[in-house]
């Protein structure tokens, strides 16, 4: 190895000793490092990386991403090319099974997924039995994680088939039980699945049919609707992804494992950026207000959401298709007015220094609320109609995860900074070291 030039040489200074490391795929391993020591009984050394910023925590061929070139690819297609040439369930094909089905396997496909859109009865008095103003991503979050007790066998998750059959289950009852937390939303009675129809257009019925006897779906709505779905259908190891892996590798059955990873995407700074956003275009309320809501951010009052990401240093691939379906939305819907502002806040935040010196571009949540909002929907569901398409991305990671083997159980090391060892002191002979801070 002393002789191979893809190594690394590390001299240790503290005892002059020098170790060899293999650097493969552009990696060393952590584990490499291990070795390096004073004394023989140290522990060795470990990398320290909070965030994970500079750590693969794992092999993956799902999805690549060149955030300095803003390139996205879903097992080696461009996302550009699968907005405009596909399906949702054919990219949902592609994303689990690897390539692009032919028409006899996405006609299989289709009909195994179509036919697992029902939920229990059951998991319907449970979504019933939520408040009437219970957040819909709280919901899906619950009634996700309840469907684990449907199915017991779901545990045997080394089991190929089994496995199978449930990526069907959760891919099919998303959107039904997406659209029930949406109704119960509104108070109004859940709809089943038609099973007649597409998987963006049975969605839609899902959520918006009312007394007529077959709901019809407008075309350009449905469409615009699978394009958004594809575009947040995988985003290779993000913090929902990471967080499905890390809860996978314990082996827990995927219906938990899925609604952890849904619980990591609910927040702000991941998947409910888009709904934050809406209510940062609300607050802004005018064009003429941009300005200074940019400079109150400058001071440090906040953050603009939809913009930044931790990949992206390039404008997000999303966000330019996501711009391009909202003019055919608007065409249908009308103009969201709320554009306007955003329109104004992008071309601000663009031209100035303080974005332009920390590569800070809109992401895909910075136009995707206003498409929605123009189609009707709350931005308290936003985060819903993001977890439906990314829990096929999710199946495809833990898929991934549990073939691979070299994945064991999820445990990351730390640097202890707490007190060395110390005696417990009689309750009447301690002082009050800390003030335990009030509850609101
Ligand atoms: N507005 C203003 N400043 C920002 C923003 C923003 N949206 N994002 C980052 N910055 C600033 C930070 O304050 C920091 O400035 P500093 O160097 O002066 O301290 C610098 O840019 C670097 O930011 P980090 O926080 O180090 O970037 P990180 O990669 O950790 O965070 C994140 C990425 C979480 C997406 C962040 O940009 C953010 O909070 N954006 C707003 C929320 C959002 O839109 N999230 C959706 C992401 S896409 C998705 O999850 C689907």
Redesign the pocket.
């Known amino acids: 190895m002393e002789n191979d030039k893809n190594t690394f040489t590390i001299t240790d200074n503290r005892t002059g000793a020098s170790y060899t490391l293999p650097i493969v795929d552009g990696c060393i391993r952590a584990m490499d490092l291990r070795p390096i020591k004073v004394n023989p009984d140290d522990f060795g050394t470990m990398t320290y990386d909070p965030?994970f910023m500079n750590t693969a925590s794992c092999r993956s061929a799902v999805t690549f991403i060149d955030g300095d070139k803003g390139v996205l690819w879903y097992r080696g297609y461009s996302i550009d090319q699968l907005a405009e040439s596909c399906t949702f369930l054919e990219v949902a094909y592609l994303l689990i099974n690897g390539e692009l089905p032919t028409k006899d396997q996405y006609e299989e496909w289709r009909s195994h997924i179509v036919h697992h859109t029902l939920v229990h009865e059951n998991i319907k008095s449970l979504m019933e039995g939520f408040r009437y103003d219970a957040h819909p991503m709280s919901m899906f979050v619950s009634a996700m994680a309840a469907l684990s007790t449907f199915y017991p066998d779901s545990r045997k998750v080394r089991d190929a088939r089994q496995r199978r059959l449930d990526i069907y289950r959760l891919i099919a009852k998303a959107p039904t039980i997406a659209a029930w937390s949406y109704r119960h939303s509104l108070g109004l009675p859940y709809v089943y699945p038609d099973n007649d129809l597409r998987y963006t257009a049975n969605f839609m019925n899902m959520l918006w049919r009312k007394v007529e006897p077959k709901y019809v779906a407008n075309p350009v709505l449905a469409r615009a609707l699978g394009i958004l779905f594809i575009l947040h259908a995988d985003?290779e190891q993000?913090?929902s992804a990471n967080t499905m892996r890390c809860v996978g590798s314990s082996e827990t059955d995927p219906y938990v494992t899925t609604a952890a990873a849904a619980a990591a995407l609910s927040g702000?700074?991941?998947?409910g950026?888009n709904e934050?956003?809406l209510r940062m275009l609300n607050e802004i309320g005018s064009k003429d207000n941009v300005p200074a809501y940019v400079k109150s951010?400058k001071e440090g009052k906040g953050?603009?959401?939809?913009?930044?990401?931790?990949v992206y240093k390039n404008y997000?691939p999303r966000a330019r298709i996501i711009k391009r379906t909202a003019e055919e939305v608007f065409d249908v819907t009308g103009k969201n007015p709320l554009l306007e502002i955003a329109i104004e806040l992008e071309r601000i935040a663009l031209e100035d220094d303080?974005?332009i010196k920390?590569k800070?571009y809109p992401?895909?949540?910075?136009y995707s609320g206003i498409i929605y909002q123009a189609m009707g929907f709350s931005p308290s569901f936003f985060t819903v109609l993001?977890a439906i398409p990314r829990t096929v991305g999710w199946l495809a990671q833990w898929q991934e995860l549990l073939e691979d083997k070299e994945q064991k159980i999820a445990r990351p090391r730390q640097i202890y900074t707490g007190y060395s060892r110390r005696e417990v002191v009689p309750m009447d002979q301690r002082g009050a070291e800390v003030a335990i801070p009030a509850a609101r």
Do not use: E, Q
């Open positions: 965030a985003h993000n913090c702000p700074l991941h998947g950026a934050a956003v951010i953050k603009l959401m939809g913009f930044g990401h931790r997000d303080y974005f920390r800070l992401n895909v949540d910075f993001f």
